[in-house]
Structures are given as C-alpha cells and as structure tokens.
C-alpha cells in the first residue's frame, strides 16, 4: 500500500515539473520574439531607438529653443496690432471689445446698455465741426442706428454732442450733460447714458439696446434728451431730437451715422391718421378674448372717404393665431362699425400674445390699402396707452376695457 503511494506521489512531481517547465520555455520563447520584433523596425544605420533591459528606448533629436528679448517682443506687437485691424481694402475692421470693460445693467425688460465703443468704428459723415450755428441754437447730437432683423434688436449709438448752451456765459465748462433714449410712444421707460463733466462737447461713445419686432418698428420714434445737471443736482432739459424708425431701413441691417440739431419742443406723433375705440375683455375660466371694435372718427384717406373695414388679428409669439374681418361701411371718415369677436386665447398665452386692428379701405377692383392700424399687448409688442390698455385687461379679468387709440 505504502509502494503505490510513493509511485504516485513521484509521477505527480514529474507531472507537475514538466508543466513549469512548459510554462517556462513558452515564457521565454515569447520574450525573445518581441525582443527580435523590435530589433526589426530599427531602421539601419540609426541609431534613434535600442533596447536596453527589455524595454525599448528612444531617443528624441533636441531642439534648440531661445526666448526672444522684451524689445522684440514689443516690436512684434507693434507690427501685429496695426496689421491686425487692417482689410484689404485699406479699412479697419471691427476690433473684439475687451473684457475688462464693464457694461452698465438697466432694469428695463427688453433693453439694456452694452457699454463703450471704439470710436474708429462710426465715422461722421460731417466731419466737420465747425458747422454753421444757426439762431437759437441749443447744440446738435450724434448717433448710429442699426437694426438687426434676426434678433430683432435696435442698437443705438450715442457718439458726442456739440455746442450745448453753458450755465455762465464765456465759460464753456459749466455744463454737465447726460443723454436719455426713449422708444416712443413709451415716455415711461428709457436708457440712460454716463454723466460727463464740465463740457459743452460730450462725447459718450456708448451703445444701447432695444428689443423690438419688425412688425412695429415702422411706428417706433426714436427720442433722444438731452439733460445738464446744475449745481443742486437738478436734472434740465436742454432739447430734444426725433428720429422716426420708419426712416430707417431695416432690411439691409445697415449701421447709420445720424446729426439732428436738438429742439426745445417736440411732437412725437408719427402721423395723423384718426382713431380707433376698441373694447377688450378677457375671461380667464373660459379662456376667451373677446376684441369688440366699436368705431372710429377722423380717418384720412388719399383723396376722398372710401369704403373701410377693419381686420382683427390675434397672434402668439408673431404668428397668427385667428383674423377676423367687419362688415365693410361705406364711405365715410367715422364709421360705425359695433362689432365684437370671441377668441380663444389660453392664459399661459396672455404675455406672449399681441392684437393688431387694421383699418382697411376698399375698393372694387383694387387692392386694399391700410389706413391705419392698431396694436395691443404685453411689453414685448406693445408700449405706451396700447400696453397700458393690455395690462388693465388682464388686471380686470371678465369686465369690459374701453379705450380710444391714435391709428399709426
């Protein structure tokens, strides 16, 4: 019993030292041909790559490396920063705005500063500054628009004003203006510039933003004031200037450099072209607007009174939800229409959506002309009485709203 023990004990050892052996020879085996791989893609020759200890070492061709000097350097910007800027053609490009410039925050939903320009980049058709002074004179101002019809954005430039009266005669000093921007009808919002000191001849070189549709940028006025703030801190007038947007053409997305001479007294009306009452009532449970046009009074026309209609159209985000039409009146120049249109309209809706009414005139055989028209709704569309008439509507859910409005 004890023989076979030792018999199988000595197979199990020589079993066990043929597999390490085994183990050992395929270990070795495989080192040496990854040793004789390497040994391949060594080009002749070179000497970049060799083994050493089984690891494969390579190398690197130095490269020489000098640090230029602070003059050269300063040279090399100089060069860079008058080429950089520079076109083809020979003109300056616009430059990126540096980012340790602060833009001014205004709390003005849809509006707000951008802050300091380079002037380089508005050039003065009048470039000559010492115009011609007029009587009365109050001083002139200058400024770019442009409009971008993607983003529907207005951006306003203010660049300097010239010849603002001073507070002591001989002492060109003793001013201390600031310029506000209104987007009229809207007299209670507006943009406001830094204060310069001492100076009759400020230059801001600031930029302002508005957002507004397309679709109202026809009945928009641009009002710039002009302020001096005395010695008590009192803010005075010291003029006006309008710039009327239906002027501008916002089709080509073009930057505009504009001069107006400032008025004491100004109409910010941007035609006369009659009025239009509209009632307005919104039910917040049922989720209806119902839009009643009830009449209007001294509407003018081209030549003589025509047949008119008025088309009412509720849109969401500028897209139109509903339109609807009243019967067509024959010619008069205060038709009275008494109509009334239920919409539906859901509330989550209510500051997104806007109401234009369009007073049409008809005539058999021919396209239809505007007149004039209307627009109601939130701040994003609406401003002025027609916003005010908006927000007293939603304010006063299911009890009628009736107000007159000036047609543009």
């Not at 020489?64 to 350097?73: D, E, I, R, S």
């Not at 203010?158 to 002591?168: D, G, V």
């Not at 209007?296 to 081209?302: F, I, S």
């Not at 005139?361 to 627009?375: C, E, Y």
Request: hydrophobic fraction near 35%; charged fraction near 25%; aromatic fraction near 8%.
């Amino acid at each position: 019993m004890s023989y076979d023990v030792v018999i199988v004990g000595v197979v199990c050892g020589v079993v066990t030292a043929s597999v390490v052996v085994v183990l050992i020879w395929i270990y070795c085996n495989r080192k040496r041909k990854r040793q004789s791989s390497y040994e391949q893609i060594l080009p002749d020759g070179k000497q970049n790559m060799h083994i050493e200890n089984g690891t494969l070492v390579v190398n690197m061709k130095q490269i020489p490396f000098t640090v230029p000097t602070q003059a050269t350097l300063t040279r090399r910007m100089e060069r860079g920063s008058s080429e950089e800027f520079r076109s083809q053609s020979g003109g300056l490009s616009e430059p990126t705005s540096p980012l340790n410039v602060k833009r001014p925050s205004v709390e003005i939903p849809g509006a707000y500063a951008l802050g300091s320009i380079d002037p380089s980049l508005y050039k003065i058709v009048d470039e000559d500054d010492d115009y011609e002074i007029p009587l009365d004179h109050i001083g002139r101002v200058w400024f770019a628009v442009e409009y971008e019809r993607e983003t529907e954005k207005l951006l306003v430039t203010l660049m300097k004003a010239k010849n603002l009266p001073t507070r002591q005669y001989g002492n060109n000093s003793s001013c201390d203006p600031f310029i506000r921007l209104y987007l009229m009808p809207d007299e209670r919002r507006y943009l406001q510039s830094k204060f310069k000191k001492k100076t009759c001849n400020p230059k801001f070189e600031e930029s302002f933003v508005f957002q507004v549709s397309y679709r109202s940028l026809q009945d928009r006025v641009l009002k710039i004031t002009v302020y001096d703030v005395d010695r008590h801190r009192r803010h005075n007038v010291i003029g006006h200037a309008l710039y009327p947007l239906k002027d501008h053409g916002a089709e080509s997305n073009e930057r505009l450099v504009i001069w107006r001479d400032l008025e004491r007294e100004v109409t910010e009306s941007t035609a006369d072209k009659g009025e239009l009452l509209v009632a307005l009532c919104y039910n917040n449970h049922l989720e209806r607007l119902t839009v009643g046009v009830l009449e209007a009074r001294d509407l003018k026309y081209e030549n003589q009174p025509s047949d008119t209609y008025v088309k009412v159209c509720v849109l969401v985000q500028n897209k139109v939800l509903k339109t609807k039409k009243t019967e067509v009146l024959k010619k008069t120049d205060s038709p009275n229409y008494n109509e009334s249109f239920t919409l539906k309209l859901p509330v989550t809706s209510l500051d997104a959506a806007s109401l234009s009414l369009t007073i049409m005139q008809h005539s058999s055989g021919h396209k239809d002309k505007i007149i004039g028209r209307v627009i109601l709704g939130s701040f994003m569309f609406a401003r002025g009485k027609e916003l005010d008439h908006w927000n007293e509507m939603v304010a006063n859910q299911r009890d009628q709203v009736t107000q007159w409005h000036g047609l543009v």
